[in-house]
């Protein structure tokens, strides 16, 4: 018989390891609370309508569509089958889809609840999302994104408060980051002040590059689209800006003096940096004007946080965007938002063996007894415990003593309270530490207080 599996791309999850992803879960979602935001959920599916045309043709050939209910294939003719029009078929077999991420399935929310919802509108969600891309490290069909965003606002606060969350969700995790800061209209600019305003993407697409290929390949490849020698030596000192934020933004200033929009960027990373300077944040932010992250979605601030200590790409990004609302007719609502790639994340904290010891949820204390009575006596104890909050489990079976400790043992258990018949008489347990070995008759009536003061 051929052995179960799963598609290429998705993952199954051990009690072990879903206990340390909840652990991330539960840092950003009581984060996202203290900051007033609420949590929505939108459906895995969405009719493909709302997703198709929101994603580009790349992002339109990563969908998951799912096939129509009953006889689907009875609607289409046999010349239509012949013709193999992949796209014509689709549209014929293929009403739904599963979400490509939660920006807009948010955004076909707010159009759709525009009646109940008051704005400035602050959303949470932490939801699974699919795309039918090529599995490779670090990369699934299947992954979870926890996103917050703030929309029917044009105010910085907001993206000062992300940044503060960005902040806050790192600091609980240990996580060293720089969160590194750009402005569309920055870019906008400076494809001015090189001559090639119209060439804005082609541009910011290479520059976006500038960390991983060097500043002789961004070159290269802005060569390769045609940007001009003159364009590309005039951009050249601009990406090599050193100094402090202030010191950069400085230069900036000089170098976009003929640029309104480029000017008008400057001035929101200045408020932004204001609002930093009165209330700080721990972590690093750096100005970093080869960060793009998708041009062609953000229309303001552009955020992108790295680890310091650990490989990995950007674990957490986001940005101001206008008119999110627009494809759905609903024009002219600004938002901003952030998303914390918990994959990501999880990795960094496996890395640098940052997960707290009690973020495995396991199990604080088996109960191991050797009989019908036995059984009866630890229950009502068992349920007090549990009363107090304590994690605790009792072997259901009538074993010998070895395979109760074994199973403590398989699965990390490190308590066991044993009773017998002497422990029955005295009316106690034999608590046994099973990392020590250590072994104390311990009365029932002080197990709760013992517990929680020793060993949690």
């Given at each position: 018989?051929?052995?179960?599996?799963?598609?290429?791309g998705?993952?199954?999850?051990?009690?072990?390891?879903?206990?340390?992803?909840?652990?991330?879960?539960?840092?950003?979602?009581?984060?996202?609370?203290?900051?007033?935001?609420?949590?929505?959920?939108?459906?895995?599916?969405?009719?493909?309508?709302?997703?198709?045309?929101?994603?580009?043709?790349?992002?339109?050939?990563?969908?998951?569509?799912?096939?129509?209910?009953?006889?689907?294939?009875s609607?289409?003719?046999?010349?239509?089958?012949?013709?193999?029009?992949?796209?014509?078929?689709?549209?014929?077999?293929?009403?739904?889809?599963?979400?490509?991420?939660?920006?807009?399935?948010?955004a076909?929310?707010?159009?759709?609840n525009?009646?109940?919802?008051?704005?400035?509108?602050?959303?949470?969600?932490?939801?699974?999302?699919?795309?039918?891309?090529?599995?490779?490290?670090?990369?699934?069909?299947?992954?979870?994104?926890?996103?917050?965003?703030?929309?029917?606002?044009?105010?910085?606060?907001?993206?000062?408060?992300?940044?503060?969350?960005?902040?806050?969700?790192?600091?609980?995790?240990?996580?060293?980051?720089?969160?590194?800061?750009?402005?569309?209209?920055?870019?906008?600019?400076?494809?001015?002040?090189?001559?090639?305003?119209?060439?804005?993407?082609?541009?910011?697409?290479?520059?976006?590059?500038?960390?991983?290929?060097?500043?002789?390949?961004?070159?290269?490849?802005?060569?390769?689209?045609?940007?001009?020698?003159?364009?590309?030596?005039?951009l050249?000192?601009?990406?090599?800006?050193?100094?402090?934020?202030?010191?950069?933004l400085?230069?900036?200033?000089?170098?976009?003096?003929?640029?309104?929009?480029?000017?008008?960027?400057?001035?929101?990373?200045?408020t932004?940096?204001?609002?930093?300077?009165?209330?700080?944040?721990?972590?690093?932010?750096?100005?970093?004007?080869t960060?793009?992250?998708?041009?062609?979605?953000y229309?303001?601030?552009?955020?992108?946080?790295?680890?310091?200590?650990?490989?990995?790409?950007?674990?957490?990004?986001?940005?101001?965007?206008?008119?999110?609302?627009?494809?759905?007719?609903?024009?002219?609502?600004?938002?901003?938002?952030?998303?914390?790639?918990?994959?990501?994340i999880?990795?960094?904290?496996?890395?640098?063996?940052?997960?707290?010891?009690?973020?495995?949820?396991?199990?604080?204390?088996?109960?191991?007894?050797?009989?019908?009575?036995?059984?009866?006596?630890?229950?009502?104890?068992?349920?007090?415990?549990?009363?107090?909050?304590?994690?605790?489990?009792?072997?259901?079976?009538?074993?010998?003593?070895?395979?109760?400790?074994?199973?403590?043992?398989?699965?990390?258990?490190?308590?066991?309270?044993?009773?017998?018949?002497?422990?029955?008489?005295?009316?106690?347990?034999?608590?046994?530490?099973?990392?020590?070995?250590?072994?104390?008759?311990?009365?029932?009536?002080?197990?709760?207080?013992?517990?929680?003061?020793?060993?949690?």
């Open positions: 018989m051929q052995k179960p599996s799963i598609p290429k998705t993952r199954d999850f051990s009690p072990d390891e879903m206990s340390k992803r909840n652990y991330i879960f539960d840092i950003i979602r009581d984060v996202f609370h203290i900051y007033g935001f609420k949590q929505i959920e939108t459906p895995a599916m969405e009719n493909l309508n709302t997703l198709l045309g929101k994603y580009g043709d790349e992002g339109d050939k990563l969908l998951f569509k799912i096939l129509n209910s009953g006889d689907f294939i609607v289409v003719s046999v010349d239509e089958l012949l013709q193999k029009n992949s796209i014509k078929l689709t549209g014929k077999i293929s009403e739904k889809g599963l979400r490509y991420d939660l920006t807009v399935p948010f076909r929310f707010v159009v759709q525009r009646d109940k919802i008051t704005f400035p509108f602050k959303r949470f969600q932490i939801q699974p999302v699919w795309r039918a891309d090529r599995p490779q490290k670090g990369r699934y069909r299947e992954f979870y994104q926890c996103d917050a965003d703030m929309i029917g606002s044009d105010s910085l606060i907001n993206e000062f408060e992300l940044l503060q969350i960005i902040d806050d969700v790192f600091e609980r995790l240990k996580i060293n980051v720089a969160i590194k800061l750009n402005n569309r209209k920055i870019l906008s600019g400076i494809a001015e002040f090189i001559g090639e305003p119209q060439r804005i993407t082609d541009i910011t697409v290479a520059i976006d590059k500038f960390d991983k290929i060097g500043l002789e390949n961004v070159k290269k490849e802005l060569e390769e689209k045609n940007i001009s020698p003159e364009a590309i030596s005039r050249q000192p601009v990406l090599q800006l050193k100094g402090t934020n202030v010191e950069k400085s230069k900036l200033k000089n170098i976009l003096s003929c640029s309104e929009t480029g000017l008008k960027g400057i001035d929101e990373i200045e932004i940096f204001e609002y930093i300077k009165n209330v700080p944040v721990k972590s690093v932010i750096e100005l970093d004007l960060l793009a992250r998708g041009l062609n979605y229309t303001g601030a552009i955020i992108e946080v790295k680890a310091l200590d650990a490989e990995m790409g950007s674990i957490t990004g986001g940005g101001r965007y206008d008119n999110l609302t627009g494809v759905f007719g609903m024009e002219g609502i600004s938002g901003v938002g952030i998303s914390f790639g918990a994959d990501r999880y990795d960094v904290l496996n890395q640098l063996d940052l997960f707290p010891e009690n973020s495995t949820g396991k199990t604080q204390l088996l109960f191991a007894a050797f009989g019908k009575n036995e059984l009866n006596y630890c229950l009502p104890v068992l349920q007090k415990l549990r009363e107090a909050g304590i994690s605790a489990e009792i072997y259901p079976e009538q074993a010998k003593l070895k395979k109760q400790l074994s199973y403590a043992d398989a699965n990390k258990i490190n308590l066991v309270a044993i009773v017998g018949e002497n422990e029955m008489k005295n009316s106690s347990v034999s608590l046994k530490n099973m990392i020590t070995g250590e072994q104390n008759e311990v009365k029932t009536s002080d197990l709760t207080e013992i517990l929680i003061n020793n060993y949690n």
